[in-house]
């Protein structure tokens, strides 16, 4: 049997009848750079082109080719690395990584071994509770992406698709400091979301443009680092908390049966929610990793790094420092604003355009969200503009609108694009206040309703139930603070 510890000290920590486990996890991800070209060549990177046809010689690997790098895809490194408040090393080299693959026509990956063109970092994590956890970054290198091998094209063949042959990517490597797969997600969304703030990498993980490797072992709390398996390349946050799961599984049953876990390397199989065996670990040594000879070590200035790191965008955790501390909010919904660039932007022209903070927050992270989630968004998509949203809440502070047709209208803008103000009108959501049109509709409740009526007098409670027959036979567009006064009034109850 085991379960999770349950005190928050050793809250990360699995319980099992042979003593308490700990799950350490590191991980590699792999994130194409945002670049109209590849990392050695002119070709386009765009995803979704016919296949073959982004091939230039250099990515096909034709004799005699010559690699050139791609400034481009430097800057984006060098920006992602101060994203990440990482060393940046001026001088970084690109190493051949020896190995066979279909699907990798050269025969080697240029990539960067000892010395990449960023060292050390952290991200921050802010979990649910509070908790923060600092996970350092061991350093981020460039490298080339494969090819595609296709094997469902044909029941006999598989073929090769080029077009991601020299797509540059950036391996970011994290230290061994995650302790659990909510963690391992939280490191991810959060990596994610720092990437995309930047531009560095649209982050799509459906398209492969982000994977990870996920590093998991077990130990005795406070013990030796226990032997890693690694699982390649998993494509969601949600099979990343699965494969960890199982994986921290699979380790502690061998452990506790007096076995060894052996260093390999496995795969993820989202059918059976399970990793299996891959192929045994290889070391560094096996690639024969050696420098380049086509390629001169980069050389980067500091005042080149110095001009970037000026004109960084505001990144997550200040965005959501200045949510916090300039208006107030808590660090749960700045947390959740801030996740996405989209939504902060959203947020910020809502509060611009007059609405509170806090009501917007609630706004936006309630009504609003709600509605992309349940339509499976993207955020971006999403018809019911940040003016829009304004105009709406403007409309129930004038007391145009009741706060419950505010919901309802929202919905209608969703549905037909139109503008809100308009709807109102045509529709004829206007809000009821003229009390001698209220007070009608409440003698004829009450005139109905003669034991509620007694009733209420011993239990004022009960008057919910009177406001909202008023607010049914209105449609919901009477005034509440109205229907309240006028109800208290004719029922014989004190106001609060
Ligand atoms: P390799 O290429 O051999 O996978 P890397 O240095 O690229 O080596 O990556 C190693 C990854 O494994 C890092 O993310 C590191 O944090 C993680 N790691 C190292 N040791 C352990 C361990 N004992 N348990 C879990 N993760 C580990
Ligand atoms: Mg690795």
Known sequence: MRKMAS????????????????LVIGLEVHAQVTSRAKLFSGAATKFGAEPNSQVSLVDAAMPGMLPVINKECLRQAVRTGLGLKAQINLRSVFDRKNYFYPDLPQGYQISQFSQPIVGEGEVVLNMEGGETVRVGIERLHLEQDAGKSLHDQDPKCSYVDLNRSGVGLMEIVSKPDIRSAKQAQAYVAKLRSILRYLGTCD??????????DVNVSMRRPGGELGTRCEIKNINSIRSIGQAIESESRRQIDVLEEGGEITQETRLFDTKTGRTRPMRSKEEAHDYRYFPDPDLLPVELSQEYVDQLAKNLPELPDQKKDRF????GLDAYDAELLVAERERADYFEEMVDGGAGPKRAANWLLNQHLGRVNKEGGPFEDAPVTAAASISILKMVDEGTISGKIAKELYDLVWETGEDPAKLVEERGLRQVSDTGTIEKVVDEIIAANPKQAEQVKSKPKTLGWFVGQVMQKTSGKANPQAVNAILREKLDIAGD
């Not at 005190?7 to 700990?22: H, Y």
């Not at 916090?324 to 208006?327: F, H, P, Q, V």
């Open 203 to 212: 982050g799509n993980m459906e398209e492969g443009s982000l994977r990870a």
């Open 7 to 22: 005190n928050a000290a050793s809250c990360n920590l699995i319980r099992s009848e042979t003593g308490d486990w700990e």
């Open 324 to 327: 916090m501390s300039g208006w």
